[in-house]
């Protein structure tokens, strides 16, 4: 599998939020899944997003919070996820 990044393309449209699911897994029962396995295996925080146009997916808002071990931690889960 390889992971879809949801958003603009154009740099006005850029935030902080981060949409995301597995390449071909848009539907919202497998939206649930991921985020339950980013909390419970990863204790990873993320939300589900569902009734888009394109499917379900699972945001991500990193905070001022977070360091860069804890963004690091989201690439290895979505590394170990998306093989």
Do not use: M
Not at 14 to 27: K, V
Not at 32 to 53: P, S, Y
Not at 54 to 73: K, L, Y
């Amino acid at each position: 599998s390889h992971i879809e990044v949801l958003g603009g393309r154009d740099e006005a449209s850029w935030t902080g939020i981060a949409s995301f699911r597995l390449a071909g897994q848009s539907s919202v029962d497998d939206a649930i899944a991921l985020q339950q396995r980013l909390e419970n295996e990863f204790e990873i925080f993320t939300v589900i997003r569902k009734g888009l146009d394109g499917g379900a997916c699972v945001r991500i808002t990193p905070q001022v919070f977070n360091s860069a071990d804890d963004i690091g931690v989201l690439v290895d889960a979505l590394k170990r996820l998306s093989s």
